[in-house]
């Protein structure tokens, strides 16, 4: 059974924004079906203030709605559950800053699937910006190619871990099913969208690769980068084994570096060979002391994340933890 959707929200966590952010806003403003409400959920108020500051940003755009938070509050995925509880429309498009609509049409293309009762989630294909390299725009097409796909439990023998891809960089919710389900784990250092997915799936849903809805989005990572990435990558899959110790995602990058290898070949770039090598050195790198860093030093886990502020909001739930086990919370009368 298919259900109009009539009235939609967009949600964007924000950390230092640019003019192109301000340029993403407009260009929402402009879509064939116009969100209600843009909720930024802006981290470090001062960054925020310093963009819109002379302009008239909040009147000029009335339904932007902004909450500020601390970075040390930034969590990936209890700072999205916060913004979709200030969301009250039937579907909300999850967004980065960094992601632009192509044209005028992505919120339209993006959230048509979710008119069936049993499509969960749909996200958009990523188009690689114009100043990205030949790897990056080759990985963008590899990940995100041009045709439209289904996914649903059927698949996950065939397509392995790419059964569980979705990603929100720019992707639609059904609320309905958001609710049902619980939203997004509440603690996340990174995949928040894919075990929302994981979840959904298991759960009997779908999951539609809208490639006819398209954002520029691409980077150019250093190694570092790759490394801290990809550790933190690794950590959320040794953080629930309930989703990813039954899929591998170590072939589906091989796949990723031999045709990539192959393209670079065959179209005149041998010299990003090297490059493309090293940088996947350190992605694999990074992602397997992810995966073991249980057992690195706790100095040894902060200088290869990206993000410090997870390791702390962990110590803090961990020290609550032991508070109320001294306490007896939790237990039966006979454990107290």
């Known amino acids: 059974m ?34 209600d409400k843009i909720i930024l959920m802006n981290t470090e108020q001062k960054f925020f203030d310093r963009l819109i500051y002379g302009t008239s940003f909040l009147e000029k755009y009335r339904n932007v709605y902004v909450t500020h938070l ?44 979710l ?23 080759f990985a963008r097409n590899f990940n995100y190619p041009g045709e439209r796909k289904e996914k649903s439990l059927e698949d996950v023998e065939k397509l392995g871990i790419k059964t569980f891809f979705c990603s929100n960089v720019c992707a639609a919710y059904r609320r309905d ?5 619980g939203g997004f784990v509440k ?22 690769y809208e490639a006819d809805a398209r954002v520029v989005h691409s980077h150019n990572y250093t190694c570092a980068q790759h490394f801290h990435r990809y550790f933190d990558l690794g ?33 005149k770039n041998k010299r990003f060979i090297p490059k493309l090598y090293i940088d996947s050195a350190f992605k694999y790198a990074g992602y397997l002391l992810g995966k073991h860093y249980r057992v690195l030093p706790e ?16 110590r803090r739930i961990q020290s609550a933890r032991k508070i109320d086990e001294s306490r007896g919370y939790g237990k039966t009368e006979e454990e107290r």
């Open 2 to 35: 298919e259900v109009r959707v009539r009235r939609v929200d967009v949600i964007i966590p924000v950390y230092k924004p640019g003019k192109s952010f301000l340029m993403l806003i407009d260009k929402l403003q402009h879509q064939t079906i116009t969100p």
């Open 70 to 113: 601390s970075k040390k509050e930034f969590n990936h995925g209890m700072t999205r559950r916060q913004g979709v509880k200030k969301s009250d429309a039937p579907v909300f498009i999850m967004m980065t800053m960094d992601a632009m609509p192509e044209d005028e049409h992505l919120v339209e293309k993006l959230i048509a699937p």
């Open 177 to 181: 099913i958001y609710e049902e389900l």
């Open 235 to 267: 950590v959320s899959q040794a953080e629930h084994p309930e989703v990813f110790a039954s899929v591998s995602s170590e072939g589906e990058g091989s796949v990723l570096i031999k045709k990539t290898a192959a393209y670079l070949w065959k179209n």
């Open 115 to 137: 008119e069936r009762k049993d499509v969960a989630v749909s996200y958009a294909r990523q188009v690689a910006a114009k100043d990205s390299g030949a790897i990056e725009r």
């Open 299 to 314: 100095k040894v886990v902060l200088k290869c994340t990206m993000s410090k502020e997870y390791w702390e909001q962990s």
């Open 187 to 208: 603690h996340a250092i990174f995949n928040e969208d894919m075990l929302y997915a994981a979840g959904a799936i298991n759960a009997g849903y779908k999951i539609v």
